[in-house]
Nanobody, 122 residues
Framework: QLQASGGGLVQAGGSLRLSCGAS????????MGWFRQAPGKEREFVAG????????AYADSVKGRFSISRDNAKNTVYLQMNSLKFEDTAVYYC?????????????????WGQGTLVTVSS
């Protein structure tokens, strides 16, 4: 079970940090990631991270502004979002993939968390 939190209303240029806690005992062997879905659009990949946290991947639209990290001792993955733009407004979803390949989560998600709404005002 994945539980995301940290969404809210922020002005453009501001920052937010999303958190996602997992109840899985196997958290340290799950590839973790974040996706988002804006109104009227399809869900899209935002960021992914491998087992140890040393391998990460980002969508081009968030590179240099967002940072994904994980704390395996706390079964938690984070998404630090800086320099937020109006177009970052979306429901953000935590996701997990039972895979060794940190890039696999872009195409195959085994577990979804509930979404948390991020609203960026212009």
């Amino acid at each position: 079970q994945l539980q995301a939190s940290g969404g809210g209303l922020v002005q453009a240029g501001g920052s937010l940090r999303l958190s996602c806690g997992a109840s899985a005992r196997t958290f340290s062997t799950l590839v973790m990631g974040w996706f988002r879905q804006a109104p009227g659009k399809e869900r899209e990949f935002v960021a992914g991270i491998g087992w140890t946290g040393s391998s990460t991947a980002y969508a081009d639209s968030v590179k240099g502004r967002f940072s994904i990290s994980r704390d395996n001792a706390k079964n938690t993955v984070y998404l630090q979002m800086n320099s937020l733009k109006f177009e970052d407004t979306a429901v953000y979803y935590c996701a997990a993939a039972a895979s060794r390949d940190y890039l696999s989560i872009r195409d195959r998600v085994n577990y979804w968390g509930q979404g948390t709404l991020v609203t960026v005002s212009s």
